[in-house]
């Protein structure tokens, strides 16, 4: 018997007019198998909340795994990029891959709040699309100079080769 249906007989049960109980007996049964049928309710949101816990410990540990394979995989194509460079060889072809190590292009190593506090730029005035263009158009530059062989306080340019699996 569903609750709905239970609610009902019990109303039933009870004169309207002076809230008197007609039937005592079905009442108490009807009672009864309404508490029977909310605990059902209850055990059955107990149930899915252990049913929602042990997935999330599976999801636990499934990232920790990925993790955990992300970060061999990344260690083990560092190791191949190192001996493909101890080699001398930029690129292997074979059917089903290539590997290269394209020609590193230069990137530029500094402290960037020296350089906000050096050029007089109050931060938090400035709104955050303002501070990325400002830093990114004044790292430009000194990389350009950097480039053309010109020292800057602070700064400098590193190459980082990479590996490309394809």
């Known amino acids: 018997m569903k609750l709905f249906e239970i609610d009902n007989q019990l109303m039933e049960c009870v004169d309207m007019e002076t809230g008197e109980i007609l039937d005592i007996e079905a009442f108490e049964n009807l009672s009864l198998a309404r508490e029977d049928k909310l605990t059902g309710i209850a055990k059955h949101i107990i149930h899915e909340e252990a049913d929602i816990a042990g997935m999330e410990e599976v999801v636990k540990r499934i990232q920790d795994r990925i993790t955990t ?98």
């Open 69 to 166: 394979i992300k970060r061999k995989n990344e260690n083990t194509k560092n190791f191949l990029k190192e001996r493909m460079e101890y080699y001398g060889l930029t690129k292997i072809e074979a059917p089903e891959l290539v590997l290269t190590i394209p020609k590193p292009l230069p990137s530029l190593v500094g402290d960037d709040r020296e350089m906000v506090v050096g050029l007089g730029i109050d931060v938090l005035e400035l709104q955050l699309k303002e501070k990325k263009s400002i830093m990114a158009e004044i790292k430009k530059d000194i990389k350009e100079k950097l480039k053309n062989g010109e020292t800057v306080d602070g700064y400098s340019l590193a190459y980082k080769t990479s590996l490309k699996i394809k």
